[in-house]
């Protein structure tokens, strides 16, 4: 990757770490057929590979605030990309071993079930998020829906509310923190060494 | 399991050249926690860096979209409205709901040979029920009952009557009074017609003891947990509740409903319609009074959720979770213990109480709130 490119790079994911939901569809949009390309090596059913593609997604999305500082995106988002692969495999253990040497890709069964699962996790997900959203201070809350309701960067947000950038982008952090917080407790994330953010 | 084998073993199942033997070693020997980190470590050296030449998949976007909903502040979730059958139906239904219960064993017997897996978590909801305690101290369980006469105490007629109990004098009464208890344990309710006709909707872990028949110059009865009255007007023969033996609340004719659980700090009386004093103090249709230590008068209370436990509901609008989970407790008879104090959350919306506990957990998790069951102990984490 050459200097500029990595400086472009860079400047992307500091827009996403601003909460910019426009830079992150472009990044998806880049990145998701290499690491759909990742899991599917790893994992052999095409539902359950959406399944992670999206548990990976939102793993990269919880860590945002973080992502500006990762100077080696590869593999920061391989070790996501292993472990969502890691915890889907663990989960559906017992329907892939029944099935023995015949897991075909598109199994109708498989694929029902799956997605009630997926979609229970996903709620479960969300709920665990709307719940720390309901611990927040007032002010705490308020920022955070500016950011995510109104979709509006650190700057609009201090600019609103009369407060400093600093503090807003601290606050959002805090606030992700304690996302990530519960999320690590229930096993939906992974923890991400700051090795790879320094490497 | 040799480190090597557990390496030859994820790289073959990414290249897919194991045998099925091996893919059954794959999945019960290195999908495990223990081998996650030297899993996650081979599986990262298999991917591929090249760039890769398929092209974005539009059918993806969706995808995206729900990644972007995961941390969306939730727009205010409805709870489902469910109408309670009781409700709907009258205390009739309920009758159905004795009868049923044998024909309800019969099937949950037979069920359990076809799914053993169905009845292993399921804890059902509280169900109409009571224990009778007659005045010479016998007990008698009124949930596997059918109508009839359930006993004659001193010239009443004890009988079970689609569901409720109701006492009719058949004959003379004799010397003292004697004394009735009925006491719904968690997870039963019942209604009972007091001998002047007084009906008396009993919610679960409570109790009333009353005389088998009203004589004197006033009917009194003693209650604990909750209840609603409706009471038959008698001006020449007034009547008294006595509330924990603390709160004395007297009664022309009027609807009203006491709760004084043991572990509810305050004993709340609410008038639905005519006139009671509670402990010396008039109070007025819609208004509640709260006996701490004094008489404390609140104008306009929640009429709704006072009442929803008669209506069959839950009702969650501006309970605080403690308060839900004492319900729950007394409901489904189960323990509720928090692990790290009690969350501080307000609900809303309301639901029936004719569900499973799952059913409800189902809806208390959407709205937030995080729990472990473990038979029936509920813990409820932060």
Not at chain 1, 48 to 63: A, K, N, P, R, S
Not at chain 2, 73 to 94: Q, T, Y
Not at chain 2, 170 to 186: H, I, Q
Not at chain 2, 225 to 241: D, H, I, L, M, S
């Amino acid at each position: 990757m050459s200097t500029s490119e990595k400086h472009n790079e860079k400047e992307l994911l500091q827009r996403i770490a601003e909460g910019d939901e426009q830079i992150f569809a472009r990044f998806f949009k880049e990145k998701s057929p290499l690491i759909q390309h990742w899991i599917r090596s790893l994992v052999k059913d095409e539902t359950g590979c959406h399944e992670v593609l999206q548990d990976v997604f939102i793993q990269i999305w919880v860590y945002r605030d973080k992502l500006a500082t990762v100077d080696n995106l590869i593999p920061w988002l391989k070790k996501v990309t292993t472990h969502q692969c890691f915890k889907h495999l663990t989960r559906w253990k017992t329907y892939y071993s029944r099935s023995g040497g015949d897991i075909a890709f598109h199994s109708d069964d498989l694929s029902s079930d799956s997605r009630v699962d997926d979609h229970l996790s996903f709620k479960e997900m969300q709920s665990i998020i709307q719940g720390v959203i309901n611990t927040l201070t007032p002010q705490q809350k308020q920022i955070y829906q500016l950011s995510r309701e109104d979709g509006l960067n650190s700057e609009q947000i201090a600019s609103r509310l009369h407060l400093s950038r600093g503090h807003v982008r601290n606050t959002i952090s805090i606030i992700l923190a304690l996302i990530r917080t519960h999320l690590l407790r229930t096993g939906k994330i992974t923890f991400i060494g700051w090795l790879i953010f320094l490497k | 399991m040799e480190k090597e084998e557990i390496i030859y073993l994820i790289k073959g199942y990414a290249n897919n050249s194991l045998n099925e033997a091996e893919l059954q070693t794959f999945f019960n020997e290195v999908i495990k926690e223990e081998n996650k980190e030297l899993y996650q470590e081979v599986a990262a050296t298999l991917l591929e860096e090249a760039p890769v030449l398929d092209s974005f998949d539009e059918k993806l976007w969706p995808l995206f979209e729900r990644v972007l909903q995961v941390d969306r502040p939730a727009i205010k979730e409805e709870v489902p409205k469910v109408n309670h059958f009781l409700r709907k139906w009258g205390w009739a239904a309920a009758a159905a709901v004795i009868f049923c219960i044998g024909l309800g064993a019969y099937f949950l017997t037979a069920n359990r040979n076809i799914a053993p897996v169905a009845l292993k978590t399921e804890i059902t909801p509280g169900k109409n029920g009571a224990i009778l305690m007659l005045a010479d101290g016998s007990k008698v369980v009124l949930d596997s009952l059918g109508n009839g006469i359930v006993a004659s105490q001193n010239g009443a007629q004890v009988a079970l009557k689609n569901g409720e109990l109701t006492y009719d004098q058949v004959g003379n009464v004799s010397g003292e009074m004697v004394y009735n208890t009925m006491t719904t344990p968690k997870g039963r309710e019942f209604r009972i017609t007091l001998p002047d006709g007084t009906q008396v909707w009993l919610n679960s872990a409570s109790s009333i003891r009353y005389p088998t028949i009203f004589t004197g110059a006033e009917r009194k009865v003693e209650v604990n947990g909750e209840a609603y009255f409706e009471v038959t007007k008698n001006e020449k023969q007034p009547f008294r509740v006595i509330v924990n033996n603390r709160v004395e609340i007297e009664v022309l004719g009027t609807h009203f409903n006491v709760n004084a659980y043991r572990n509810e700090e305050i004993i709340k009386t609410t008038l639905l319609e005519g006139s009671v004093r509670v402990n010396g103090i008039v109070i007025r249709p819609g208004q509640q009074a709260q006996v701490a230590e004094s008489v404390y008068v609140v104008s306009n209370p929640d009429i709704d959720k006072v009442m929803a436990w008669k209506n069959g509901l839950f009702y969650f609008e501006g309970s605080t979770l403690a308060e839900i989970m004492r319900q729950v407790e007394r409901w489904y008879d189960i323990e509720v213990v928090y692990e790290n104090g009690i969350p501080v959350r307000e609900f809303e919306g309301k639901m029936t109480r004719g569900v499973s506990l799952d059913g409800l957990l189902m809806v208390l998790q959407k709205l937030g709130v995080h729990y472990r069951l473990e038979g029936r102990k509920l813990f409820i984490m932060p």
